[in-house]
């Protein structure tokens, strides 16, 4: 069985080597099919990854207080997250520190230097909250939040943008026409997200930033914050905590015992769930875009197949009449077939690999290789061979041999 393998196995390379362009040519479709298939696989990984990188380097155990985007209709009055959710919250045995969380944005001056920064107007509590140690300098003082006083912590990014070589500390820098004292610069941390990154921010106390800049997503109420960020002190308890912080902030804004919550808590597990499931989409929708790429080609594979049987049809009957059966013939196109499209997948998988390589390397584009979309790649080849080789070596193998040796 294997030497009458082999045999047609050598018939089948011996036929697609002696049309070298139009087996290269056959073969195109193959190679841009599976190297769009790795390289859209490898982006949509990468991106899950970053995402959920991105997410969890703030921490399982922190959660965001925060009103409803979408507020239900029979919420008649719903009341803002304020600092009585705070100091409310902060009661809480299993909650470790909150603290009010107000994201905007400002050009930040100083000399000649003019830079756009993300700003979170927020209190003391965020250092505990966040591993955020300082690198130079201080973090402003609660005293300092009840004075509503001037002064701004810095992002390690943030600091050498604006002063470049130039010690920040105890400059002065101008936020919206107020002037600020830099007190601290925060060491490089990598964490970034819910609208803020510390390396390239600033803080501020939130009081001078509602009183004196209306920061904050609702102008017309002081008292509104964004959010509140909230640690939980041990993440096995995170469940139990989330019900009691549930009830003391529905306590504060004095919702019915029957009435629905006018508030929302959100858990970082939670985001990187959604940012999984996220990622998971985004590689099946990238993955099929390759895949049509992939059936295309193994059309051409099928359309070349049968030319080739057409124009090999004396050839079908002389092998017939020596005594090849019809099970010969058909495996031998069958071999073709998966042959070509293996070749073309074994090139298509070197030449993914290669741009993501390139993609990861001088882009901003996230990018993974993964063995899985490999293996897979390998896979579809074969099975785009079978399948669409199938029918040109059937239609082969159903000719007669006194037809096909009559065939000019």
């Given at each position: 069985m294997w030497d009458s393998f082999y045999a047609?196995?050598?018939?089948?390379l011996k036929a697609i080597f002696a049309n070298k362009m139009r087996a290269a040519l056959t073969s195109l479709g193959i190679v841009i099919g599976v190297s769009a298939v790795i390289t859209m696989l490898a982006v949509g990984s990468g991106a899950q990854k970053s995402v959920t990188d991105s997410v969890a380097r703030f921490g399982t155990n922190i959660l965001f207080l925060r009103q409803p985007w979408d507020l239900d209709e029979s919420i008649s009055s719903p009341k803002d997250v304020t600092m009585d959710d705070v100091y409310a919250i902060?009661?809480?045995?299993?909650?470790?520190?909150?603290?009010?969380?107000?994201?905007?944005?400002?050009?930040?001056?100083?000399?000649?230097?003019?830079v756009a920064l993300s700003v979170l107007a927020t209190d003391p509590d965020i250092f505990l909250t966040y591993d955020w140690p300082i690198e130079s300098g201080r973090k402003f003082t609660q005293r300092e939040v009840n004075d509503y006083a001037q002064v701004i912590v810095l992002g390690a990014s943030a600091a050498q943008t604006i002063f470049s070589d130039v010690d920040p500390l105890n400059k002065t820098v101008v936020l919206d026409n107020i002037p600020f004292k830099v007190v601290g610069v925060i060491k490089k941390?990598?964490?970034?997200?819910?609208?803020?990154?510390?390396?390239?921010?600033a803080l501020i106390p939130y009081t001078t930033g509602k009183v004196k800049m209306?920061?904050?997503?609702?102008?017309?109420?002081?008292?509104?914050?964004?959010?509140?960020?909230?640690k939980v002190a041990d993440f096995n308890t995170i469940e139990n905590t989330k019900v009691d912080i549930q009830n003391a902030v529905r306590n504060t804004h004095r919702i019915h015992p029957l009435g629905k919550d006018d508030f929302q808590l959100d858990d970082f597990a939670s985001f990187i769930e959604q940012a999984k499931t996220m990622g998971k989409t985004m590689s099946i929708l990238l993955g099929a875009i390759g895949a049509v790429s992939l059936i295309v080609g193994g059309i051409g594979v099928m359309n070349i197949m049968l030319v080739s049987v057409t124009e090999r049809t004396r050839e079908i009957g002389i092998r017939m009449a020596i005594g090849a059966t019809s099970w010969d013939i058909r495996l031998q196109f069958l071999v073709e077939s998966v042959t070509l499209s293996c070749i073309?997948?074994?090139?298509?998988?070197?030449?993914?690999?290669?741009?993501?390589?390139?993609?990861?390397?001088?882009?901003?584009?996230?990018?993974?290789?993964?063995?899985?979309?490999?293996?897979?790649?390998v896979g579809?080849?074969?099975?785009?061979?079978?399948?669409f080789g199938f029918y040109p070596a059937y239609k082969a193998s159903k000719l007669t041999p006194i037809d096909a040796l009559r065939y000019e």
């Open positions: 047609i196995f050598k018939i089948s902060r009661e809480l045995d299993g909650v470790a520190a909150a603290a009010p969380y107000i994201t905007t944005s400002f050009d930040v001056k100083y000399s000649n230097t003019s941390t990598g964490q970034s997200g819910m609208g803020f990154d510390m390396d390239e921010g209306n920061a904050g997503w609702n102008k017309s109420d002081r008292r509104a914050l964004d959010r509140v960020v909230i073309g997948g074994l090139i298509g998988i070197i030449l993914g690999v290669i741009i993501t390589l390139l993609v990861a390397a001088h882009s901003t584009i996230p990018a993974e290789l993964s063995l899985s979309a490999i293996l897979l790649s579809f080849s074969a099975a785009t061979g079978i399948f």
